[in-house]
């Protein structure tokens, strides 16, 4: 007996050890990726916006942020419940359950993107009247993106469900802009006839296409390694059921984060839009930390609450939170300090007026780096209504402040809006996980036990 209880000890010791070191790998990896991500994105920012100007730059946004409402109703929360439901059914060996979530989730999100896009089609033809040749090119485009881009999003969160993380976010985070990019510069040396924001809208037609396909064959691999020949088991109606609260944390999630540059499209002129989304583009470089660190742990956190080893997990948010700090201070230094010249330098003296908003984003956005990843805690702990009731409160105070401050400040109005309201809902989820599940996932002292 005591030779057993010698042998279980050490099994324990050597599980921790080797989660220890898969934890460090990817959360390492994943950090390289969103870095080199965040790199990338903010270059195709800088190529977009010297290519098409303030105006272009702005109906280019403009559109862009249209779709990421789009993507609400054409994803219906199925990839982050697909990661979910994958990790869950492999960790379980659950493979007919596994290859049944896949399929319907596919085929789900397929349907709903291309009745979306199709709607939206009808959409741009009725306003057509309102909008000039180059604003009905770019949002024709944008809809064209939309499927494509939903589809291929799916696939990657499929295969970080099954731990390809590494593969699943540079599929999804480092091809698209790299094509995008690449594009872009070719334009930026093309006649000056091709710099308009409807070629570079093209351009990202391009790129969802090539991702779609490369996710495809990546998961096709991936399902072939582990020999997924079970026959699939579907529970349609219960992974439909959970969606839901996914779905409205997506939509309430999108509406925050775009409610601000659309309803500037609404205040003011698209030359705001433009420079606000310099703005965004700027402060979005401080939470990489958090999207790095949230990527490679979430189905670490679905395993150890679906074990119960809720010791470990407070030390794994602890250490997570403290990490994404470290990366989001000096960030948030550099932006406030010497924000106006980095702008200057980068996108040119058109977007200056950009700094202002840019200081007051970063800061809600270093706030946000210290709670640390407390929504991705409590979606994976089976919190998500909490989660999705929060996002839409704050989501509706968001849109009453963009109203309300707009009109009178514009785009340093819009930044304080969404800067309140992302405070609000870290504070809010804090006191939720604390009080619910007795844990902290911020670098803040609290009584949680």
Do not use: C
Request: glycine share 8%; charged share 10%; proline share 4%.
């Amino acid at each position: 007996m005591h030779n057993f209880r010698t042998i279980s000890r050490a099994r324990q010791l050597l599980a921790g050890r080797n989660l220890r070191a898969s934890l460090v790998r990817a959360a390492l990896g994943s950090a390289g990726i969103l870095a080199v991500s965040r790199i990338l994105v903010l270059a195709v920012a800088v190529v977009l916006a010297r290519l098409l100007g303030a105006t272009g730059y702005g109906i280019y946004a403009y559109a862009f942020a249209i779709m990421s409402l789009l993507t609400v109703p054409a994803e219906a929360g199925i990839p982050t419940l697909l990661m979910r439901e994958v990790a869950a059914s492999d960790g379980r060996g659950e493979l007919g359950m596994l290859r049944g979530a896949v399929i319907r989730g596919l085929q789900f999100v397929l349907t709903a993107a291309t009745l979306v896009s199709g709607l939206g089609l009808i959409a741009l033809w009725l306003v057509a009247g309102r909008l000039d040749d180059v604003q009905i090119s770019t949002n024709l485009i944008m809809l064209l993106i939309l499927p494509l881009a939903a589809v291929g999003k799916t696939i990657t969160y499929v295969l970080r469900g099954l731990r390809q993380i590494l593969l699943g976010l540079s599929v999804e985070l480092l091809l698209r802009p790299s094509i995008v990019l690449a594009l872009g510069l070719g334009l930026l040396i093309a006649p000056e006839a091709l710099h308009q924001p409807q070629y570079a809208m093209a351009s990202q037609l391009a790129a969802v296409t090539i991702v779609a396909i490369v996710a495809a064959v990546s998961l096709q691999r991936a399902t072939h390694r582990i020999h997924l020949n079970a026959p699939p088991q579907y529970r349609t109606l219960h992974w439909l059921k959970n969606a839901l609260p996914f779905t409205l944390i997506g939509s309430a999630g999108i509406i925050n984060n775009q409610a601000d540059l659309i309803m500037i499209g609404w205040y003011r002129p698209p030359e705001d839009v433009g420079i606000y989304r310099v703005a965004v583009q700027g402060a979005s470089l401080i939470p990489f930390g958090l999207q790095a660190i949230g990527a490679s742990v979430a189905p670490q956190i679905a395993r150890l609450y679906g074990s119960s080893d809720l010791a470990r997990l407070q030390r794994l948010l602890t250490r997570s939170a403290q990490a994404i700090t470290l990366t989001a201070l000096p960030l948030t230094v550099v932006l406030v300090i010497f924000g106006d010249n980095i702008i200057g330098w980068l996108f040119g003296q058109d977007f200056i007026d950009a700094y202002a908003a840019l200081s007051i984003l970063a800061i809600g956005q270093l706030v946000n780096a210290a709670m640390g990843t407390i929504g991705i805690l409590l979606n994976m702990s089976g919190h998500e209504r909490q989660v999705a009731k929060t996002l839409w409160a704050t989501a509706i105070l968001n849109i009453l402040l963009n109203i309300i401050m707009i009109p009178f400040f514009g785009t340093i109005g819009a930044a304080a809006a969404s800067t309140i309201s992302l405070v609000t809902w870290n504070l809010t989820l804090h006191r939720i996980a604390t009080t619910h599940l007795g844990l902290n996932a911020s670098i803040f002292p609290s009584r949680a036990k």
